[in-house]
Structures are given as structure tokens and as C-alpha cells.
């Protein structure tokens, strides 16, 4: 049995990223290094894994944008986090149908763990693909990346406002390997960064993307420099409601976020707002913020099952609707996620948020 203590190393004491950082990619015993996590087996499906009729909509979406971009040469595409390496299997069978796009695509895949990337490169044979731990490969042409569940897996800081205080949410070990929570006085440096965000003024609990925003903040370099945009669809909300959002699942169950730490997954809801905020303060342009329902709609998706239930049988129709239901239904998928645009180009005219 792993004990506590692997995820906190040499300290007793960890902020709330830190320690889900360890949780997640400890290289020996972390969740995404050591587990396949997704598919019936796993402990999670995603929009990839219910329907190939999602990555075949986020493929038309990106032929759009190539066009929107002025057909350029040279493109660009970059997912962040590909998981199994389902979508871009489908998108590859997508792109063929499109030879003049298809022959102008580099595509890129951004993964951190070697386990992913086997199982990705077992699924996918094509020497179109690449796989990169940085962007400095990518020097010429638009760059459009793509990222489905990709921000809610980048652990979050917590912090909470008592009167003038802000406090900063830890996570510490005891002598009898047990796990408490602890807040000591947030830095000076954190207390600038979230006083920038007027989302975040008001609220006595905090949840901040710091890492996130790392990340994002190389994406964004990218971009400005080269034009293009990023896509992220993911679940979270528009509005914060001053509460915890962290949550862990196994067996595709709820599951108490300390109990099997490296077994079960950890990720937190995306705040879409701080988002948004965010690549405004970078110089970057923002689509409307849509949910994951308007935007498969807006670009054709109840079409192309139409299109495509003419020739199946009454049980691969009914197959075919109940997985399209997962994806839109408003108490389902459909509305708790969101998709956000961000991007540097003159032209607005990227499908689906209108």
C-alpha cells in the first residue's frame, strides 16, 4: 500500500497544488504516470471516448478556422492533453476528406506522461504527429490549440478571505500519516496576482489556476507571435460560488479526494470567467462563451447524425442517439461544459458562439 508520505516527499507541508501535482504525476507512483484512466475500464469517459461524431465536429471546426485564417500554407495544431489519442485518430480520418487542408496540417501532440504517450502512439500511426513537452518547435505558420478536459486536470490553489486576511489552503501530514487541512497567510506575491482578477474580489473562497495559468501563459507567447487561437472545452462554471470544486473519481464513482491518492483521478470545475479575464488582460480577443450544447449544434452535429442514421440499423440508431444525448443534454454534459475561444486575428468570423 502507498503510503501518505510518497506524495509529500521530503516536507510535511504542501499547498493544495503542489500536493495534487504529486498525486497526479508523482514519475513512480502518480495517477496519470502509473494508470490508463480513461474508457469503461478506467475510471472516466470523455466527449472522445462517447462519440466519434465530437471529434469529427471538433475536426470540421478546425477546417473552419484554417479557412477563417486565410488557408495559409503552413498550419498548425496543437492538443493539450490527448489522452487515449481518440480524437486526433478521428480527426486524421477527417482531414483526409479535405486534401488541400490536409496537405498545409502539422499536427502536434502536447502530453506530460510517458504512459499516455505510449498508449497514444500505439493508437496512432501517422507521421503527420508529433509529440512535444514545449512549443519552441513551432515556429512558422497560424497555431490553433485545442484542449478538451485538459485545465480541470492542472491542479488549483485555494486560498480563504478572513476580514483583511487572505489565507492560503494547505494540506499537511502527522505523525500518524494521516492528512489535515491547514491555512497559513498567502503570499505577497499570490495576493497581487488574484487582486488583479475582478471576478475573484468579492469571494471568500478562492479557487486560482495558478499552474493553469502558466501554462497558458506559453500558449498565449505562441500565439501573439505567430496568430491563431485556443480552443478549451471543459466543465465549469461562469459565475463562482465561494466553494470547494475539487473532486475525485474511481470507477467512474465519486470519491473522497484523500482516499486512494494515485488511484483515483483529481480535478477541480474551470472557472470560465477568470478565464476570460485573463486573455482580455493578454492582449487576446475572446469569443462569446458558450455551452458545450450551443457550440455542437451551432456546427452541425444533430445534421450529421441524421445524415448518418439513414443507413443503421434500429439498434445502432438508438446507439448513435443515447450517446448524442449524453453530449447535449442540459442535465447531462450539455450545459455544465463550457467551450472558450481566445485568439490574435483580425478576423472574427471563427463558427460557432453566434
Known sequence: MISNQNFFRSVKTLPVDKFIENVLFNKKIGYYTTKIPFGRTGDFLTAPGISNLFSEIIGIWLISAWNTLGK??????????????????????????????????????????????????????????????????IKKGPVIFFGNEFFDSIPIKQFFRKKNLLLEKYYSLNKKNKI??????????????????????????????????????????????????????????????????????????????????????????????????????N???????????????????????????????????TNLYLRLKRLLDTKLMGNLFKVIFTYKFKKNNFLGFE
Open 283 to 317: 492582449n487576446l480577443k475572446v469569443k462569446k462563451i458558450v455551452s458545450q450544447k450551443f457550440f455542437l449544434e451551432k456546427m452541425g452535429i444533430i445534421e450529421r447524425a441524421n445524415n448518418l442514421s439513414k443507413k443503421m440499423s434500429f439498434k445502432e440508431k
Open 72 to 137: 495559409p500554407e503552413k498550419f498548425n495544431i496543437v492538443e493539450l492533453g490527448p489522452g487515449d489519442g481518440n480524437l486526433i485518430k478521428i480527426l486524421l480520418k477527417t482531414f483526409q476528406q479535405f486534401p488541400e487542408f490536409n496537405k498545409s496540417t502539422n499536427i502536434f501532440l502536447y502530453e506530460k506522461s510517458n504512459l499516455l504517450k505510449k498508449l497514444q502512439k500505439k493508437n496512432i500511426n501517422d507521421p503527420k504527429v508529433k509529440w512535444i513537452r514545449n512549443f519552441t518547435s
Open 180 to 281: 489535515n487541512e491547514i491555512y497559513k497567510k498567502a503570499s505577497h506575491k499570490d495576493i497581487l496576482q488574484i487582486k488583479k482578477f475582478k471576478i475573484l474580489n468579492n469571494l471568500k473562497f478562492i479557487e486560482f489556476p495558478k499552474l493553469g495559468l502558466d501554462e497558458l501563459n506559453k500558449i498565449i507567447k505562441k500565439i501573439s507571435k505567430l496568430e491563431g487561437g485556443l480552443l478549451i472545452i471543459d466543465y465549469g462554471y461562469l459565475t463562482p460560488q465561494n466553494k470547494n470544486t475539487l473532486q475525485s473519481l474511481i470507477k467512474h464513482k465519486r470519491n473522497s479526494l484523500l482516499n486512494n491518492l494515485g488511484k483515483a483521478d483529481i480535478t477541480s470545475l474551470v472557472n470560465f470567467s477568470l478565464l476570460n479575464e485573463f486573455f482580455i488582460k
